[in-house]
């Protein structure tokens, strides 16, 4: 027996396809994020993106894409997706990639280290040698001061108020 369109079986049919569909669009927009975060490479399941890892990432069951809904609509934008993501695909090339990502910062730390290094042997100088110049002038400035104590003790010393005791 044939149920009419509008019936409760057909409506919650479409609403779960629409469901699958909507799952599968949220995982597609995840992934894509995480591409471009990590640069052309899928971070999960060693960088194989496959139409079973969509659907794990969406919840949903592979085979729920064999079915005839979803065999001629999803499956096919699944695979168009895949085809034009633009990431990075086959073990070995992520690998080579990941080698190459790997050498090139080790050389730049390599070339930062280098040049504190550098920096460091011509700033450190010039800092011990500013930092001795400046010890010379506290231990002048101090003998000024102890100088300046002595002649003000040889003269009278008046006490001022303090509190605004004593002047009224």
């Not at 194989?48 to 096919?76: D, F, Q, Y």
């Not at 070339?111 to 002038?137: H, T």
């Amino acid at each position: 027996m044939t149920e009419p369109n509008g019936s409760p079986i057909v409506r919650s049919a479409k609403e779960r396809t629409f469901r699958v569909v909507e799952a599968i669009k949220v995982a597609m927009k995840a992934i894509e994020a995480e591409i471009k975060e990590n640069e052309g490479i899928y971070p999960f399941n060693r960088g194989r993106l496959s139409i079973a890892e969509v659907c794990r990432r969406a919840r949903v069951h592979e085979i729920t894409m064999m079915g005839p809904t979803h065999k001629k609509t999803t499956l096919p934008m699944i695979k168009n997706w895949m085809e034009n993501l633009g990431a990075i695909k086959g073990s070995r090339r992520i690998k080579t990639d990941v080698t190459r990502r790997s050498d090139e910062a080790k050389y730049k730390y390599v070339l930062i280290a280098s040049q504190f290094q550098a920096m460091y042997q011509v700033e450190m100088p010039e800092r011990d040698k500013e930092i001795e110049q400046l010890r010379g002038k506290v231990a002048e400035l101090e003998a000024e001061n102890l100088q300046l104590r002595a002649q003000n003790s040889e003269s009278r010393v008046i006490r001022l108020p303090v509190g605004g005791r004593g002047n009224k």
